[in-house]
């Protein structure tokens, strides 16, 4: 900006140049801009509050199916079934629920960007890899929210299970 401004004093030494800045500068600093930032940026602050409640939600869910079934987790480790494999039947329930999540919301959202897409200029009305990538972090994070409660029924001892209730 500096060699710039030299240039056109040299030119015209008359010439009155105020606040110079770059075309990327004033594009940056405009109100419009501003506005469409703090609006991306409101918009991700509520996704990511909706994912937190999602993977809360099903934490709850896993973990008060797995304290329902706390009895029968105890008879099926008091007849001889092992940690893993009532870590792995908790992971399969909680896996089947995200699959389900999961392809209801991929149905629905393509239902939805197709209902939408005369509204798009410019956009796809639905593209594959972002919808896998949302899809891939939600069975993640609903993975993750369920490995607590598995792993809570995994340890749980027979005789105080069966004892319990």
């Known amino acids: ?9 040299s030119i015209d030494s008359g010439m009155a140049i105020y606040d110079p800045m770059t075309m990327d500068a004033k594009i940056h600093d405009a109100p419009s801009t501003y506005l ?3 609006s991306a940026w409101l918009v991700g602050g509520f996704a990511a509050t909706a994912l937190l409640l999602g993977v809360v939600g099903l ?3 896993i ?8 009895r029968e ?3 099926r480790m008091a007849l001889g079934a092992q940690r893993g494999n009532v870590h792995r ?3 399969r329930q909680a896996s089947r629920l995200t699959l389900m999540g999961v392809g209801l919301g991929l149905i629905c959202s393509i239902g ?6 005369k509204l798009l200029f410019g956009v796809a009305a639905w593209d594959a890899p972002t919808l896998a990538a949302v899809a891939l972090v939600l069975a993640s994070a609903s993975l ?4 607590l409660p598995a792993r809570r029924a995994a340890m749980v001892e027979p005789i105080e299970a069966l004892r319990t209730q």
């Open 63 to 70: 973990a008060y199916s797995v304290s329902q079934r706390t």
């Open 1 to 9: 900006m500096p060699s710039l401004e030299s240039a056109l004093r």
């Open 144 to 147: 993750v929210a369920s490995f």
């Open 73 to 75: 987790i105890g008879v």
């Open 89 to 91: 039947m908790v992971m």
């Open 36 to 38: 469409h930032r703090s």
């Open 112 to 117: 939805a960007a197709l209902l939408m897409r």
């Open 59 to 61: 934490y709850g869910i």
